[in-house]
């Protein structure tokens, strides 16, 4: 059990974010890779931190088969959160993807997905570890094709 802090200490109040425009949206989304991966499972929410790339148009998150895989080819609605906290409770940014999700079957597709993923966590040809190129090479891989996009932002 987690024991609740009175109500007038460390209280963190969340009226006072503010939503943010798409170029702010844009450039947050562009120079973070790490999200968190919200799906539907058996009448349950369940939530996977997860890397992710983006070609400006949709987001790929390479995966091992399991319970997000599993989830999405039963009910293909998702979430993804992008977050960055400078000052937790006080300064933080957060982007949220809603829309939908499918595995990319084609290889083309899926060498695209590739790309899109090295490309968003800065790895290059040069710094590529042969045993992750394998895995990825692997990999199951999720397209998140959003319907809505969203931020907020708290500054204190």
């Known amino acids: 059990m987690i024991d609740e802090a009175p109500a007038t200490k460390g209280r963190v109040r969340f009226g006072d974010s503010r939503p943010i425009g798409e170029s702010e949206v844009q450039e947050l989304l562009e120079r973070n890779w790490w999200g968190v991966l919200s799906t539907l499972g058996?009448?349950?929410?369940?939530?996977?931190?997860?890397?992710?790339?983006y070609d400006g148009k949709h987001f790929y998150i390479a995966s091992r088969d399991g319970q997000k895989v599993e989830n999405i080819e039963a009910r293909p609605g998702v979430c993804l959160n992008i977050v960055e906290v400078s000052k937790p409770g006080d300064h933080w940014t957060s982007v949220l993807v809603i829309g939908s999700a499918k595995m990319v079957k084609d290889p083309k597709?899926?060498?695209?997905?590739?790309?899109?993923?090295?490309?968003?966590?800065?790895?290059?040809?040069?710094?590529?570890d042969p045993k992750d190129l394998a895995r990825m090479a692997a990999a199951r891989v999720i397209r998140v094709i959003p319907n809505e996009i969203t931020g907020r932002v708290r500054t204190g």
């Open 109 to 128: 597709g899926h060498l695209a997905a590739i790309q899109a993923l090295r490309r968003q966590a800065g790895i290059t040809a040069r710094n590529v």
């Open 42 to 53: 058996d009448g349950h929410p369940y939530a996977v931190p997860v890397v992710y790339g």
